[in-house]
C-alpha cells in the first residue's frame, strides 16, 4: 500500500493565503487536540508571514504560539517554512543568526523545517540546512517551481539531486503560484521519484483551479506527502481542500487512513472562522474565484492583486494589460527569478516603473539593483553583462554567496535589544523586525506593568499599609 500522507495548513498557509496571516492563536485553541487527534503527517503552524503578522498586527508573540502549539498537540509532527538565508524576514541574516534562529525554532517545538529559496540558488540554503542536521530536526529541502525557458525536467531533477547530496531527509515540490497542471506535474514527479531515493512531497495553491488535479497526478506519478487545508479556508488562493483529497484517496492504494468525520468535526469549528472573516472583512471573495490569469501571464495571484493596488495609486490603473506583458520581459532581463517572495514583488514593481515612466529603466528600484548585482544570490540564468552595467554601473556584481559578505551579528542585535529583552528568542523577533519588534516588546511590557499595578491595588486593599 503507498498511503499518502497529508500536511494540514489551516494553521498557517491557509489562513496567509486568504486573510493575510490573521488567524490568531485564541482562534487555533479550540481546533488544536482535535488536528492532533486526525494522523496528519504533520501540521504545518509556523513560519511564512506568521511571524510577521504575530507582532505586526496580532500583538502576539510567534514563539508563545509555537509553545501553545506545541502543548497541545503533542502527538503530531510540527513543521515550518523557512526562507533559507533570509529566514522569516526580507534580507540575507549573518550565519550566526541564521544557525541559532533554527536552534531556537527546534527547543521550541518544531519538528519538520521547510527550507526554501527564492532563486533556487542552494548556496543560500546552506547555513540552514547544516543548523537543522545538527540539531537533529527532519530537513525538508524545497524546490521553488516556475515556468520559464532554463525549467526544464532536466532543472529540477538535477536541483532535487543536489538538494539530496547536501542532507535533506525530503524533498518539497512548492509551486506557489499554483502554475503546475495535472499531467506537467505527473512527468515532473515521476523523473523526481526516478532520481531521488528521499520521499517526495507536493506543495500547491488553488490559484488556477487546478490544485485537486494536480495533487491527484503527482499521487499517481509515486508523490508520498502533499499538503492540503480544512475546507473552509482552501481553494482560491489557499491549497485543495483535505476532505476532499481523503474523500478522492479512500478505497485506493493510496488511502490516508483519515477519519471523514472526525475531520467534519474539525470543519465546522473552521466554518464559523470563515464566517467571522467575511463579516469582518478579512476574507475577500475575490480571493476564492479561479484567477486563469495565473496561467496567462504565469503570475501569482497575490502578485497581481499588488500591480493592480500599485498602477491604481499612481492613477493609471488601465495600464494593466501593458504591465502584465512587462513582467515576463523583466524577468527575463533580470535571469529568470521564480516568482515568489522576495523576487515577485521585485519584477512587479520595476515592471509598473518601466510601464508608467514611460522608459524601460529609466527609474530602477533598490531592490531590482540587488537582484541584478548578485545580491540575492545566483539568478536560473546569467544576466546579460552589458544590461547589467547599465542596472548598476560601476558596482562591483557579488558572484560570491551573499551572506559571505555578512560579519557575524548576533552579539551587536543582543546588545541592541538588551532594554526589552524578556526570553533568549526575542533577539530574533528584533534582528527580523526591527522597529515592528520593539513596538511589540513595548506594549508587552506595558500590559506586565499594567497588571503588576492591578495586582498590588488589590494587595494594598487586602493590606492597608
Request: glycine content about 6%; overall charge negative; some cysteine.
Amino acid at each position: 500500500m503507498a498511503r499518502i500522507g497529508i500536511t494540514e495548513t489551516v494553521l498557517r498557509d491557509a489562513h496567509q493565503s486568504l486573510i493575510a496571516t490573521r488567524m490568531t492563536t485564541e482562534e487555533m485553541l479550540p481546533m488544536l487536540e482535535p488536528l492532533d487527534k486526525i494522523g496528519f503527517h504533520s501540521l504545518e503552524c509556523w513560519g511564512g508571514a506568521t511571524f510577521d503578522a504575530c507582532l505586526r498586527f496580532l500583538d502576539e508573540d510567534p514563539w508563545e504560539r509555537l509553545r501553545i502549539i506545541r502543548k497541545k498537540c503533542p502527538s503530531t509532527k510540527l513543521q515550518m517554512l523557512f526562507r533559507g538565508q533570509n529566514m522569516l524576514g526580507y534580507r540575507h541574516y549573518a550565519d550566526d543568526v541564521v544557525e541559532y534562529f533554527v536552534q531556537k525554532s527546534v527547543d521550541n517545538g518544531i519538528d519538520i523545517i521547510r527550507i526554501f529559496d527564492a532563486l533556487n540558488d542552494i548556496r543560500n540554503l546552506k547555513t540552514a540546512i547544516n543548523a537543522t542536521k545538527k540539531e537533529n530536526a527532519h530537513l525538508q529541502a524545497t524546490i521553488s517551481y516556475t515556468t520559464g525557458p532554463v525549467f526544464d525536467t532536466e532543472y529540477y531533477t538535477k536541483y532535487a539531486k543536489s538538494l539530496e547530496e547536501s542532507g535533506a531527509d525530503s524533498i518539497c515540490l512548492k509551486d506557489m503560484a499554483g502554475l503546475l497542471t495535472p499531467y506537467v506535474a505527473f512527468d515532473l514527479v515521476k523523473a523526481l521519484k526516478e532520481t531521488i531515493k528521499i520521499p517526495l512531497q507536493v506543495h500547491t495553491h488553488y490559484t488556477s483551479g487546478q490544485g485537486s488535479m494536480v495533487l491527484l497526478k503527482s499521487i499517481e506519478a509515486g508523490a508520498d506527502y502533499i499538503d492540503a487545508a480544512m475546507s473552509p479556508l482552501a481553494l482560491g488562493t489557499s491549497h485543495p481542500a483535505t476532505e476532499a483529497m481523503v474523500a478522492a484517496l479512500q478505497g485506493t492504494e493510496y488511502d490516508t487512513g483519515l477519519d471523514l468525520e472526525a475531520l467534519d468535526e474539525i470543519a465546522k469549528y473552521v466554518s464559523k472562522l470563515r464566517k467571522k472573516y467575511i463579516a469582518n472583512g478579512l476574507l475577500d471573495q475575490k480571493v476564492l474565484q479561479v484567477d486563469a490569469k495565473a496561467l496567462i501571464y504565469q503570475v501569482p495571484g497575490g502578485m497581481l492583486s499588488n500591480l493592480v493596488s500599485q498602477l491604481k495609486q499612481a492613477g493609471q490603473g488601465e495600464k494593466l494589460s501593458e504591465v502584465l506583458l512587462e513582467v515576463p520581459k523583466v524577468r527575463a532581463d533580470c535571469g529568470y527569478p521564480p516568482l515568489v517572495t522576495p523576487s515577485s514583488q521585485i519584477v512587479g514593481t520595476q515592471a509598473v516603473f518601466n510601464v508608467i515612466g514611460g522608459e524601460r529603466y529609466k527609474m530602477v528600484t533598490k531592490e531590482f539593483k540587488g537582484i541584478v548585482r548578485g545580491e540575492y544570490g545566483r539568478t536560473p540564468m546569467p544576466i546579460d553583462p552589458e544590461f547589467r552595467k547599465k542596472i548598476i554601473g560601476d558596482d562591483k556584481a557579488i558572484e560570491c554567496r551573499p551572506a559571505d559578505l555578512l560579519k557575524p551579528e548576533l552579539d551587536k542585535l543582543r546588545a541592541e535589544c538588551a532594554q526589552w529583552t524578556e526570553q533568549d528568542e526575542d533577539v530574533l523577533s528584533y534582528a527580523q523586525f526591527g522597529a515592528v519588534a520593539v513596538k511589540f516588546f513595548e506594549n508587552r511590557a506595558n500590559k506586565k506593568y499594567k497588571v503588576d499595578s492591578d495586582h498590588a491595588d488589590v494587595a494594598n486593599m487586602v493590606h492597608p499599609v
